[in-house]
């Protein structure tokens, strides 16, 4: 089903995992709202960045979220967060891109030098800037592009 003009439903709820686990991870008619807010807003991001985005994680239903160890409250489970690769460039390029042409987000994370996390909000975007890195195993978020 197609959302945007570059953005499919099957691009935010595919999932090896949940393939793998027999996990359905279909998005719920009151969580569409959602995904249409970040399908949209992330018509902007492709622009900023002049290549097409590749999604790597977007909707996680909760048994899919916990199977993947994301946080209880992750904005992946409502829809509103996407994880991405882009040709542009590495993730701190990325995320520096989408600073500079101000591209409206309500948080990105620049995760272990890996790919992007993106999240958006229904009120104010607050363009929150983090990095994720690994500490002794555990993951932790520092202030910043690093
Ligand atoms: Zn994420």
Known sequence: MKLTEHFTLEEFTRSITATRLKIDNHVPDDLMVNIHLTANKLE????????????????????????????????????????????????????????????????????????????FSHTNQRRRVLTAVKQNGKTIYLPGLI
């Open 44 to 119: 902007s991001v492709r622009e900023a960045l002049a290549h097409p985005i590749i999604i790597s994680s977007g909707y996680r239903c909760p048994a899919l979220n916990n199977k993947v160890g994301g946080s209880q409250t992750s904005a992946h489970t409502k829809g509103l967060a996407v994880d991405f690769q882009c040709a542009y460039g590495n993730p701190k390029q990325i995320c520096q891109r989408l600073i500079m042409a101000g591209v409206e987000f309500d948080k990105i994370i620049q995760e272990y030098n890996q790919w992007v996390h993106i999240e």
